[in-house]
């Protein structure tokens, strides 16, 4: 077992053998890795055309990985005579999907090595992926979601014809309004494979519906920068997010340009968001059938605008935080009895802000006001 030293993140490229062909994979361990502690799982896929060596430039991932204590894996697809490496996702693309190449099983057999390898908590494995595997990362989801705590596909949508998780996988997606290849609308885009793309709110909205969340396409911030939708009060506590930025584009918001590429989003930063998004979401779920269907008002905040002291009341709940519009905690704290909350914006910078609380039960209530 390898073991991290110093203050960074340390690195192993291993192979196993799925389905005739050797996949290889390279592990990232944080500098707190010391085989004790079981520490949460990122699996991140990169796009068509792309390697894990190239997404993991691309995505800033390992950085992130190191910052925050996580374990990330960057998997390789199978590479083409051309070595073009793809990732089967069902309705793309090219050489994995048009060999039925078997990245299910490869992922499973990946997370049977991992955990049997390294010290990782089962109930807090996470898939992320770029584009193609992005569509990868929806299809495990589908096909692996007794395995999958959430996901967080960028600049992707599903590919699949059906989809019948074994239990509902909260999601978080990422992506861009300018981002032609694949059009958030849905149909065939400019990206080289000329496949079909699903429309992004067609696929959350399935989504939902595995989650049995009871308020559906709800915008939470829609301004110059980005909208934000979320499906919520849902199975467990889960939800399922929208972020669509105006700037970017077929990218990692955040993350690094590629040669060639569209630019990335400075809007949001993608990596701060799906683990924030992650932290929230666990395994202990599955299987509990429980659905959540409060009558607990969503808070309100005024004055609103604020410039000073603002009140919140209807947090009835455990935790109440404060966002910014790229979704980073600015402002915390802990509920106490009462439901009525006194809060100073002083600090904040001017803009649009989420009151974020997270009820008893596990569901998650929001109000929105402005720093002005």
Not at 349 to 356: D, H, K
Request: net charge negative; glycine share 10%.
């Amino acid at each position: 077992m390898l073991v991290a030293l110093g203050h960074m993140a340390c690195a192993q490229t291993d192979s196993i053998n799925v389905g005739g062909f050797w996949r290889s994979f390279t592990v990232r361990l944080p500098s707190v890795y010391d085989g004790t502690d079981a520490l949460p799982l990122v699996l991140a896929l990169h796009g068509g055309f792309g390697s894990g060596t190239q997404l993991e430039t691309q995505s800033q991932l390992t950085a992130k990985a190191e910052q925050e204590g996580f374990i990330i894996v960057f998997p390789d697809g199978v590479a083409s005579q051309l070595n073009i490496r793809t990732w089967n996702a069902g309705g793309c693309c090219g050489y994995a999907m048009n060999n039925d190449i078997d990245d299910v099983g490869f992922i499973q057999a990946l997370l049977d090595t991992l955990l049997a390898d390294y010290s990782i908590d089962p109930l807090r494995t996470y898939v992320t992926g770029m584009s193609n595997g992005g569509f990868m990362s929806y299809r495990l989801a589908c096909e692996l979601s007794e395995r999958i705590a959430a996901i967080a596909p960028v600049s992707a949508s599903m590919t699949i014809d059906a989809c019948t998780p074994a239990r509902s996988v909260p999601v978080i997606a990422l992506h861009s309004y300018a981002d032609a290849s694949v059009p958030y609308l849905g149909g065939i885009g400019t990206g080289i494979s000329g496949h079909y793309n699903s429309p992004l709110d067609s696929v959350q909205n399935a989504f939902a519906a595995h989650a049995d969340c009871n308020v559906l396409n709800d915008t939470i911030l829609d301004d110059a920068g980005m909208t934000v939708i979320r499906w919520h009060e849902c199975d467990c506590g889960q939800e399922v997010l929208t972020y669509m930025t105006y700037d970017g584009g077929h990218s990692w918001p955040g993350g690094v340009q590629m040669p060639g590429g569209d630019p990335v989003s400075t809007v949001i930063d993608a990596n701060d968001l799906m683990w924030d998004f992650f932290q929230q979401h666990t395994l202990d779920c599955i299987n509990t059938g429980i659905t959540r269907a409060s009558t607990a008002p969503d808070p309100t905040v005024f004055p609103n605008p604020t410039s000073g002291i603002f009140t919140v009341t209807g947090a009835h709940g455990m935790r109440l935080v404060v966002m910014d519009i790229s979704g980073r905690e600015v402002l915390a704290m802990a509920m106490a009895p009462g439901g009525t909350v006194h809060m100073d914006a002083s600090s904040l910078a001017e803009g649009t802000y989420a009151v974020r609380v997270t009820m008893r039960g596990g569901e998650v209530r929001t109000a929105r006001f402005v720093r002005q």
